[in-house]
């Protein structure tokens, strides 16, 4: 088995290779960690894997042996060597050298991945760039059944964090907004070689449509952004201080509405901040 803290530091030696922090490299080597994650995933042989940075290959081969195929993609060309004798006797796993953020991944599974019902992503992914990633997957236009990604365990509390708690964000409220999230379990920063400052996350996002409406989505995700610019700020001095609105039209409006006029960002569902968006457009456009 690749995953665990012997055999991690023999393969390093043996092609002398070390972790590249630029490439956000911190290898699992905890096998207990990879059954969880194997656990928590509905994984037969009809299912299709991505996985991205799949590193020396110790989640890879987990679900090599439990997927109908894994399509794995690393940046890191060393790694590629590795990858190719680490994984040599699973004739079910692709690997891409290349960008995850540059992919045409729609082209890719079209390729690799045409014969499996069911396509899931599961990784552990680069904590540098796990927004760009997860929002990568979410707005492709293909019917992903879930992602289940292990992240630094800070951010899986802001991406799954509820109202009225220190955790919720702007971050959050678009979560909610695409999809089903939670956090499956935690991980300790010493399961990881070399081990990381911070500790992870596994967390499993299912994308779902909820049955918001919205008008002009690009619109009301800079809106989202905006009312949490400054979580110190009420509601109205964001909304007032980012589109330049007079405060007393603000408090009016949203007065008018049910809601206090010194409400703040963080105590609204993603509901209600959908119908305040709403209710500004309408009445600011007359």
Partial sequence: MIGNRKNTKELLELYQKKAKKSFGQNFLVDENILYKIISNADLDQTVGVIEIGPGLGALTEQLALYAKKVLAYEIDKVMIEILQDTLAQYNNVYIINQDILKADILKDLKTYLNDCQRIVVIANIPYYITTPIIFKFLELDYPFEYLILMVQKELAERL?????????????????????????????????????????????????????????EEEFFKFIRNIFSSRRKILVNNISSCYHINKDEVKNILMGHKYQENIRPEELSTGEIIEIFHLLVNNLNR
């Fill in 160 to 216: 799954t964090g509820k109202p009225k708690t220190k955790d919720y964000n702007a971050l959050s409220v678009l979560m909610d907004y695409k999809t089903n999230s939670k956090i499956l379990f935690n991980v300790s920063k010493n399961c990881f070689y070399p081990a990381p400052k911070v500790d992870s996350a596994v967390i499993k996002i299912i994308p779902t449509n909820k049955g918001y409406v919205v008008q002009n």
